[in-house]
């Protein structure tokens, strides 16, 4: 029999205590379970003279009560007078069954790497939600929030905005609204069978769950003919291929930045190929200039370096220069594609009624000309989500001055339903003091945001080496995997591929199925991949690897910027914000490991030194006993 055990209702508790607490409570813990009584206290009067005081520290004391069949509970720990008051008037042993921290037996040791126990976090919300909470993870991917069907239901005179931070819902609203607007538009258009309905975002792989998720959503096949559910590149390659027979080679940024460097250097331009590719891409492409005359007077809003007009001539013919190499090999831009699409569909008119955007906030200036151009202006053409706080590429946007017009149509979502509290309070700081510009040109804010939800606190681990921590996140999986949680509800991610291997590699090497953040079959596997590959998905459990410098960061991006202060507050912005977009994929559990030096971007819980073990004095998570994450 476990010579301790705690009560369920412990872990939440337990997880809000200051990091230094918990780490004394791990020892006094470990020191009585190996047989040290110096730690326990009597407690005089007490309502159960069986119940006693263990000591944690000077100021904290763990109140212990007799269990069943001479076990002892560890009831709650708290501010020694507080728990004294509490011992006090504790009635009775606890009811029910508790969970057991079992004593290591003869000839056994225990895994140094390995958390103490292994029950998922129980997740708390309000009555709304309760029911919402024991469902499978599959059915609350797709829950919307009771509140928001107003949203969804909603007629709108024209196009409507709809932003909000993590967890607040924004593509469930916008997988909902696509299928209202399927139901409304057939009720209108019975004997109209063609895709009348665009549901559109910036990846492959968002596009390819948001199909997945309306299948469950409309299960009517007519319905969801209906709908037509592309990403914004794969929409504006299929049209420039229909208009002109050939479909346009693309190249990414990198690979544009890299062959504009060494022009540049070639030419003796004191500009680098980024600060050149950005210049294109983010002013010219977006403002759709196409003579020098404008390109001297535009503003060059978002742009932090200024450029004077007598400069902006050499950037100019560069730029020029370059890109008439590229459409010689017939090579072309995502941008560039979107804009040839746009005028392609001003010539042959709109395709779609009604347009849904998801993460709109990642869209280039030109793909929104494209939408503009495909569904025609009027009630509900155009309905938007997005948070400017999880801009992952430098596209800034003002809509108003694209033809979209969400003045008086805008709500912001304030209330996350599907991650914790205590997760959004660890991941909010990694934006740092950067304000956020909308794309209604009025800056954005996350005051007043909050969570319904409540659960542990994230666990942050150092680790000594790398070997050291793929094994223990290798175990952190086996915990979540043992506890209950379904593969599919689990992810692992690394900032490059270099780490993604070796996660995978660690993974099977333990016998855990694993498969591709960006796999399409619905396979029973736990999903490994990269960061950006997070993007708009969601996770039970979720462990985050490789957070150290010089991973994060990356040197490369860092060296890219050729000391351009531009390119490298870009750069680090551009970072922090996929860190905290990836920290929010979490649900229930969130794990972030480094080696070494942890990144400049990581936040610290309290009581944790920069550049320290977060865990205890041998190494273990000082969450890990009680969290059971």
């Known amino acids: 029999m476990p010579k301790l055990a705690i009560s369920p209702t412990f872990l939440s508790e337990f997880s809000r205590l200051d990091q230094g607490i918990q780490t004394a409570a791990l020892t006094a813990v470990e020191a009585y379970m190996s047989g040290d009584d110096a730690r326990i206290e009597p407690l005089a009067d007490a309502a159960d003279s069986r119940v006693r ?20 509970w560890l009831i709650t720990i708290r501010p020694r007078d507080e728990a004294v008051a509490f011992a006090h008037e504790l009635p009775a042993p606890p009811a029910g069954p508790g969970i057991e921290l079992i004593e290591p037996g003869p000839g056994t040791e225990p895994d140094a790497d390995a958390p103490a126990l292994s029950p998922l976090p129980r997740i708390t919300g309000p009555e709304e939600l309760s029911a919402d909470l024991t469902r499978s993870f599959a059915d609350w991917q797709i829950t919307l929030h009771p509140r928001q069907h107003r949203i969804v239901d909603a007629h709108f005179a024209g196009s409507a905005q709809i932003t ?42 968002l596009a390819q769950t948001l199909s997945q998720q309306l299948d469950r959503i409309l299960p009517d096949r007519e319905l969801r003919s209906r709908v037509d559910v592309a990403t914004v590149d794969s929409l504006a390659r299929s049209l420039v291929q229909e208009h002109t027979g050939r479909s ?11 062959r504009w460097r060494d022009a540049a250097r070639a030419e003796g331009l004191p500009y680098s190929g980024r600060f050149l590719v950005d210049e294109w891409e983010q002013v010219v492409l977006a403002q759709n200039i196409t003579r020098l005359s404008d390109y001297v007077r535009c503003e060059r809003s978002g742009r932090v370096l200024h450029l004077a007009p007598e400069y902006r001539a050499h950037v100019w013919e560069a730029v020029q220069r370059y890109t008439g190499a590229m459409e010689v090999a017939d090579e072309w831009s995502y941008p560039k594609v979107a804009l040839e699409a746009a005028r392609a569909l001003a010539r042959t008119g709109p395709r779609y009624r009604h347009v849904v955007v998801d993460e709109a906030q990642d869209l280039h200036p030109a793909q929104w000309r494209m939408l503009r151009a495909a569904v025609p202006a009027g009630a509900d053409d155009l309905f938007i989500v997005g948070d400017p706080h999880q801009r992952i590429y430098d596209n800034r946007v003002s809509l108003a001055s694209l033809g979209v017009n969400v003045r008086g149509r805008s709500h912001r979502l304030r209330v996350s339903y599907r991650v914790t509290q205590e997760i959004l309070d660890w991941a909010l700081p990694i934006l740092g003091r950067h304000s956020a510009l909308g794309m209604d040109d009025n800056a954005d804010t996350l005051a007043g945001y909050r969570s319904l939800l409540h659960g542990p606190a994230p666990v942050i681990r150092g680790c000594a080496s790398r070997t050291e921590e793929r094994a223990a996140m290798g175990e952190w999986v086996r915990v979540w995997l043992e506890a209950g949680a379904s593969p599919a509800s689990i992810a692992v991610a690394g900032r490059n591929q270099w780490i993604v291997r070796h996660i995978d590699k660690e993974l099977q090497a333990r016998g855990i199925p694993t498969a591709p953040l960006d796999a399409a079959e619905q396979v029973g596997a736990v999903r490994v991949g990269t960061m950006h590959k997070l993007k708009g998905q969601e996770f039970r459990c979720l462990a ?24 490298l507050e870009q750069i680090h912005q551009q970072e922090r914000n996929l860190l905290f977009v990836a920290c929010t994929r979490a649900r229930d559990a969130l794990y972030v490991s480094y080696t070494g030096a942890p990144s400049r971007l990581l936040p610290h819980l309290p009581g944790t030194d920069v550049g320290t073990d977060a865990g205890g004095d041998d190494g273990e998570p000082a969450e890990a006993l009680f969290s059971g994450v």
């Not at 609203?173 to 057939?186: G, V």
Request: hydrophobic letters at 40%; zero cysteines.
């Open 248 to 258: 346009p080679q693309t190249l990414g940024r990198a690979t544009i930045s890299e």
């Open 53 to 72: 005081l263990l000591r944690v520290g000077q100021q904290w004391s763990g109140v212990v009560a007799p269990g069943a069949e001479d076990s002892e």
């Open 544 to 567: 985050i690897m490789g957070m150290s410098e010089p991973l994060l960061p990356p040197k490369a991006a860092v060296d890219s910027a050729e000391g351009d202060p531009v390119a």
């Open 164 to 205: 909000g931070g993590p967890g607040t819902g924004k593509t469930v609203l916008a997988l909902h609204r696509a299928a209202h607007l399927a139901q409304r538009d057939a009720a209108r258009h019975p004997g109209d069978g063609r895709r009348t309905i665009l549901l559109t975002t910036f990846n492959r792989l």
